[in-house]
């Protein structure tokens, strides 16, 4: 189940456009947090950040969820021996390493400043 989260997670990593998208949104938040401490819409942003990053990785696995039912690889893997409860908590451990270091670099820049 591990291993089939980190090849999900391999797969997502592959589009640099939604690496980016999760890196460039704590990032933008914390520094923006940083350099106006006293804004409300600051504070805002900080708060919506893990609920972005969360949105943006369920799509992105979603995204991929979409492409394996179409080419069959998910009927494959349910029938094995990894199961459909597998299936999911693989793509639940892959959402978690996916938004962990973004939540990380989000906390380090608070704690920074």
């Not at 990593?13 to 401490?37: D, M, N």
């Not at 893997?77 to 990380?104: E, K």
């Amino acid at each position: 189940m591990i291993v089939l989260a980190l090849h999900n997670l391999r797969r997502v990593t592959r589009h640099r456009a939604v690496l980016a998208a999760i890196y460039v949104i704590p990032l933008a938040s914390g520094i923006a947090r940083a350099a106006f401490p006293e804004s409300r819409y600051s504070l805002g942003l900080v708060w919506a950040c893990p609920v972005i990053c969360a949105f943006a990785a369920w799509a992105a696995l979603s995204f991929q969820r979409a492409v394996d039912d179409a080419i069959g690889l998910t009927d494959a893997l349910s029938n094995s021996s990894v199961g459909q409860r597998g299936l999911a908590a693989s793509r639940f451990f892959a959402a978690i390493l996916l938004i962990l270091p973004p939540m990380v670099i989000l906390a380090l820049i608070l704690a920074i400043t």
